[in-house]
């Protein structure tokens, strides 16, 4: 029988493996930051709270962990980690890939000068990461975060995604709409506004899958 406390444990210890707070894995998986805190899994009058099948697989999406492997952190048999997963994928910084050579027409990473990191096997052999610089994806990226990229994943309205335009310019935004003409970007920093781009002026576009932070 698997009881509560596994199953709270098994969360923290989700967390612990990517280097997340437990705030920090529901707010990377789109969750309310307190979603999972301590204070919350045991109501007022004393009556175990047990997490959702909803936050669950939202956490597991936002980790890219599979139920099963989900499970033997909750029966502690074996355990997961970025060790057993992980495989070397190139990184960049933001200011590198608006530059000329590192990408294909495609958004594939190309060229020289990558360094490499290893992370925890997104499911494409083209992934990549970028390390972020500046405020303008605060509060769900600061300074010096590693999002993994992957171009092969389907890109739907909600996702978190890093666009290149023509110009050259790289954004890690919210895609918020996709029409024939045009695609319309979230900023999640106040201070920075949404933006608007017809489809002519856009590079690439690819899903955010991981992020490091």
Known sequence: MVTHWQIWKAIDKLAELYSLSVSGLAKQAGLDPTTFNKSKRVLPSGKERWPSMESISKILEATQTSFEDFTTLVTGQAAIGKESQGKPIPVIGFAQAGTGGFFGDSGFPVGAGWDHVSFPDVGDDNAYALEVSGDSMEPFYRAGDIIVVS???EVRR???VVV?????EVLAKQLTRKTASRIELHSWNASHPDLVFPLEEIDW???IVWASQ
Do not use: L
């Not at 290149?164 to 050259?168: D, L, N, P, S, V």
């Open 164 to 168: 290149k335009t023509r110009e050259g």
């Open 158 to 160: 909600g996702d978190r």
């Open 151 to 153: 171009p092969a994943a």
């Open 205 to 207: 576009m690819a899903r």
